[in-house]
């Protein structure tokens, strides 16, 4: 089982940057499938930021493509993501996920994901 904290979030204005940050304990990240999620209303479905595929490259949802950029140390087991040029649809909760490498590759889907962190609030306005 793997254990996952965010931390960074906060409020930043329209165009600024954050970067959050996702530390795992327990098991390591290598051994299986990562991603950034965020929750951008109360009562709506987690939407799917970025996953890293099982060669270890991230795939995008196209709404972040440009402006977001992952970064995963296997070493210290953690997981960022930088923001930038951020807009106020950005505003929403963020969540590390992760899901122990099974058959398949990883998928950009909250539902495939087994274990998931409290999340860390991004407030973005102007």
């Known amino acids: 089982r793997v254990n996952l904290v965010e931390s960074g979030g906060g409020s930043v204005q329209v165009g600024g940057s954050i970067t959050l940050s996702c530390d795992a304990s327990?098991?390591?990240?290598?051994?299986?499938?990562m991603g950034w999620f965020r929750r951008q209303a109360s009562g709506k479905e987690p939407e799917g930021i970025v996953?890293?595929?099982?060669?270890?490259?991230?795939q995008y949802t196209d709404a972040v493509k440009g402006r977001f950029t992952v970064s995963k140390d296997n070493a210290k087991n953690t997981m960022s993501l930088e923001m930038s040029s951020l807009r106020p649809e950005d505003t929403g909760v963020y969540y590390c996920?992760?899901?122990?490498?099974?058959?398949?590759?990883?998928?950009?889907?909250?539902?495939?994901?087994?274990?998931w962190g409290q999340g860390t609030q991004v407030t973005v306005s102007s």
């Open positions: 996953v890293f595929d099982r060669d270890d490259v991230p």
């Open positions: 996920a992760n899901r122990p490498y099974r058959d398949g590759n990883c998928v950009l889907n909250q539902w495939y994901f087994d274990y």
């Open positions: 327990g098991d390591t990240i290598s051994n299986g499938c």
